[in-house]
């Protein structure tokens, strides 16, 4: 098999006898891919189907590594955002216990976490604040909460 190394071991009577085998090294011109081969898959962190989710739910899903992901409120979530667009709220399945989403979700004023606490970041009159939500707990952002503006949800972390 070329570029692995093998091992035999014999027994005989007691005796031990080893043997091994190394594939000779590959040039670099062999180890170029062919033009047929399939093209290596290169991950943007880009949210899947984020344009279709901005038509239908009014909020942009920008980037993130993959561990949040939009679900509906009839699925099993650990972060839900309540927002003035929608009123049942956006919710957000969480599978690491570091995980990130940025986004745009106007008028947020609440966020819900179940077992992983969330940073949540929004933006105001052009100016960003972080709110730290514990877990389990419910906490009024935006114009709900301590600046009383209504804000943008730009960021999800959870963090822990």
Known sequence: MPGAAGVLLLGLGGVAVATAAQAAPRSAESAAPAATDMPYAVEDFN????????????ITLKRGDGHITLVPCTDAWNIKIESRLDNGGYCFRATAKSAYLSLELPDAYGVWTEEHPVEATLTAD???????????????????????????????RVTG
Do not use: C, F, H, W
């Open 47 to 58: 949210y899947p189907g984020a344009d279709r989710i901005l038509e239908e739910r009014g």
């Open 126 to 156: 052009g100016k960003e604040s972080v709110v730290n939500v514990p877990s389990n707990e419910y906490q009024p952002v935006g114009e709900s909460g301590d600046t009383g503006l209504r804000s943008v949800l730009v960021e999800l």
